[in-house]
Each structure stands twice: as structure tokens, then as C-alpha cells.
């Protein structure tokens, strides 16, 4: 049986999330995605909303059964290993995003060298996708089409305290 581990700060969780989501359950018996704290990131949504956001938005995965929605808090290796989790998983969006991540996977086989770092590319529709993004599309009413899930439209529309613009349309872009 392996354990992957998707961690990530999911503030919130994005269709280019859950790509990565379902492509990697695909290749474990079991994935953790596992929210936890960036201490350089104020989240919008508290750790409870998010992993609500989570549960609900995997639940439209085909083959959802070996994926666990969890949090963690302090050093995700140390997280990693309570859980049995072998291998980390990364969605890589741009080679922008390698300097950081490399620095990432080697601090955490610095911390465990028995966890691997995996990573996965992408999906091309969603290199420019970020959670930052998502939040400033909302805040300015832009269109939100295909980039999240519906369930996140509705806790941003009650979070900003209105209808978002062409919210219809990116609900029907999901489907
Ligand atoms: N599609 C779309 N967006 C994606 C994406 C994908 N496939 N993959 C990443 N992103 C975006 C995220 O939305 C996020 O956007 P944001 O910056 O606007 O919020 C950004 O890429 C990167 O975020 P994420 O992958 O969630 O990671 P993070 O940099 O916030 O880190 C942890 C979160 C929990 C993984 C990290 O802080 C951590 O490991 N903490 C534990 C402490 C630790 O062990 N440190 C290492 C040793 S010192």
C-alpha cells in the first residue's frame, strides 16, 4: 500500500487542485491532501471552511474513495511520516514555481530521507491559475469560468456578500 501526501494551503481549492488531486489518487492506494499553515500567507477561508471546500469539491472525482482530506500543522514531513505517507506530491505550474519547490523537497528529504517528492505538471488550462488569483478575479467581480469549483463560487459569493458576476456562466462551464 503507498501513501501519497498533496499538501498545500488550498485558500481555496482551485480546479487546478483538484487535477492534480485526481490524477495522483490515481496512482496511490491512498492520498492525504493536507492543508496546512504557510506562515507567510493570511488565509481568507478559516482551516475548517477550507477543508469543507475540499470535502465537497472531490466528491464530483470518479474513484474519490482513497482520498482523505486532513490538516496539519508544523513540519510536513514530520506529518508525512505519522501518517505513513512515502511520497509528496507537487503540482507544478511554471518554472517559476521549480525554485521554490526544489528548495521544498530538499528541505524535506533533509528532514526524512525516506520521503520522495513527486511532481506533477500541471494541467496546461490552469498554469495561470492560482488561489491569489481566484481572489482577486472575485473581489473585482471577473469572470471565475471553469477555474473553480461551484461550491467555492457560492463561499465566495457569501464571503463578498453578493451575486458574482457571471457566476452562472462559470457554474455551467464546470458542468
Ligand atoms: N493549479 C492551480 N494552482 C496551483 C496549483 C495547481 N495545480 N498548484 C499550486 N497552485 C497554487 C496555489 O493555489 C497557491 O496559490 P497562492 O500562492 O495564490 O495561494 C500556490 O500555487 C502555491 O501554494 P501551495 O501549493 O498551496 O503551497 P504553499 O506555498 O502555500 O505551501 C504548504 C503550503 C503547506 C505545502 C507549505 O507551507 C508547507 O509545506 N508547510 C509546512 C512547513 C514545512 O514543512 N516546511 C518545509 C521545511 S522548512
Known sequence: MTTYIYPGSFDPVTNGHLDI???ASAMCSK??????HNRQK??????KERIALLNAAIENIECNQNIE??????????YARKRGATVIVKGLRAMSDFEYEF???????HIDDSLETIFLITNIKY??????????????NASLRGLVPDNVIEELEQKYGR????????????H
Do not use: H
Open 163 to 174: 451575486r458574482l458576476s457571471n457566476a452562472a456562466d462559470a457554474r455551467a462551464a464546470n
Open 69 to 78: 482530506i486532513a490538516s496539519f500543522e508544523g513540519l510536513l514531513a514530520t
Open 21 to 23: 488531486i485526481r490524477r
Open 103 to 109: 528548495q521544498m523537497a530538499l528541505l524535506n528529504e
Open 42 to 47: 493570511k488565509p481568507m477561508f478559516s482551516l
Open 127 to 140: 498554469t495561470y491559475l492560482s488561489s491569489s488569483a481566484v481572489k482577486e478575479l472575485a473581489e473585482n
Open 31 to 36: 492520498l492525504i491532501v493536507a492543508i496546512g
